[in-house]
């Protein structure tokens, strides 16, 4: 039996997270990046639940299937997936400046939700939980949003703002996973590992990587 699980992604957060609660993980990046990209398009009318456990799955599925070409061992994997959701509409990553003023605008002096699922896959089993929580923004005014743009800071987060960063300002009540906001709700994601034992150990928790 392995001492550690694969986390499929390559997330920063992630794997501070991991590291937090003493979990010993290697990253496993993947095969195709354009490809693991093209998971994330959302679908005509999917609502944002079963986005991302839909995108969670095929996560999962894509880092188990990459195992055996790479010629690594069999372990459990770990894999997550975010969005940012006002109403029914998703906010992703933003690609360029232009769209994550668009995205902070929306969010501005107006509450919104961050879903994140979390899937774990041992031998045949698969298992997924959703976290829901939920933000409210301050009013944000243009040179808030366009310093905090201009601190590249947006770019590689769901809904164009990260909570641990400068972002955490801008929140004037959270309501849910704090954990969970950032990327990886760590109550769910215990949870879900507590059948592994020797997974977690806050004195050998590391993260190497497997390309």
């Known amino acids: 039996m392995t001492d550690f699980v694969y986390l499929a992604s390559k997330s920063p957060r992630r794997q501070e997270l991991l590291r937090q609660i003493g979990v010993r993980f290697r990253v496993l990046e993947p095969l195709d990046p354009e490809a693991a990209e093209a998971l994330e398009a959302p679908l005509p009318s999917e609502s944002p639940t079963v986005y991302v456990g839909r995108v969670v799955r095929a996560k999962l599925e894509s880092?188990?299937?990459?195992?055996?070409?790479?010629?690594?061992?069999?372990?459990?994997?770990?894999?997550?997936?975010?969005?940012?959701?006002?109403?029914?509409?998703?906010?992703?990553?933003?690609?360029?400046?232009?769209?994550?003023?668009?995205?902070?605008?929306?969010?501005?002096?107006?509450?919104?939700?961050?879903?994140?699922?979390?899937?774990?896959?041992?031998?045949?089993?698969?298992?997924?939980?959703?976290?829901?929580?939920?933000?409210?923004?301050?009013?944000?005014?243009?040179?808030?949003?366009?310093?905090?743009?201009?601190?590249?800071?947006?770019?590689?987060?769901?809904?164009?703002?990260?909570?641990?960063?400068?972002?955490?300002?801008?929140?004037?009540?959270?309501?849910?996973s704090y954990s969970g906001i950032m990327g990886l709700p760590l109550y769910e994601t215990a949870r879900l590992l507590r059948g592994l034992p020797g997974v977690r150990n806050p004195e050998h928790a590391g993260a190497p990587q497997c390309r």
């Open 63 to 176: 880092a188990l299937a990459s195992l055996a070409p790479r010629g690594l061992e069999a372990a459990p994997v770990l894999a997550a997936d975010t969005t940012v959701a006002v109403g029914g509409r998703m906010l992703g990553k933003p690609a360029t400046a232009a769209e994550a003023r668009e995205m902070l605008r929306l969010l501005s002096g107006r509450s919104h939700r961050v879903l994140t699922a979390v899937a774990l896959a041992r031998s045949s089993r698969r298992e997924v939980v959703v976290n829901v929580s939920r933000v409210s923004f301050a009013r944000l005014s243009t040179a808030e949003i366009d310093d905090y743009v201009a601190s590249g800071e947006p770019f590689d987060k769901a809904g164009a703002y990260g909570i641990q960063g400068a972002a955490g300002a801008f929140a004037r009540r959270i309501e849910g």
